[in-house]
């Protein structure tokens, strides 16, 4: 008896918890609630379903292929989500955004004498699940050296498609100056070094 007692409080968490979005979700940003780079949004999917979703300094806002902040949309933009869940300490998950992009369906062409930094399949499946901010303190052969609020300066592997980014455009290594800030998107190999997918300084849109 106990057993079915039990089943019967865990069943509307578990049919809550399994009818969480999961992956890519199209529809519009609202309500968003700001605590430094951690927060929330309400979520409304184009069927109208919504879902509270929370994002921390590891999520990805972009609009017109520039990073930005949460507040730069606003409840009539069109956006599109990647959705994951995350476990919560009372063992229910919730939803949580891995990236959030503006959708432009009548985006202008780009400009050819103005590279503007391009990717297809970076807001589905983000490279590099690590990030930090910090100050470039130098330069190896194949390393950036950063150094972050809480650690020294250590090597950031530099990959075949590393991409440097200044002010949301495409740039190169020879262009980033030393004690310059930084964010930096990483990940680590199989040898546990840190590889730096992301380099990205300048200014970031925070509205529009």
Known sequence: MRWVFLLVLLAPVSAAEDDLPLGIVRGK???PKVNGLRGGFLLTAESGRETRCSYDERTWFESQRV????EAFTPADPVEVLVDQRLQPDGTRRCYARTVRLVEPNAPPPNPRRPVYRSVTEHIMPRGDLA???VVTGFTENAVLVKTRNAPARP???RPDTRFLERGVISDRANLPVNQMVFVRAGKNIEGQLEVYQVI???IVTGK
């Open 67 to 70: 990073r930005v902040s949460v």
């Open 156 to 158: 950031f592997l530099m």
């Open 29 to 31: 940003l609202s309500d």
């Open 132 to 134: 930090f901010s910090g």
């Open 201 to 203: 300084w300048g200014e």
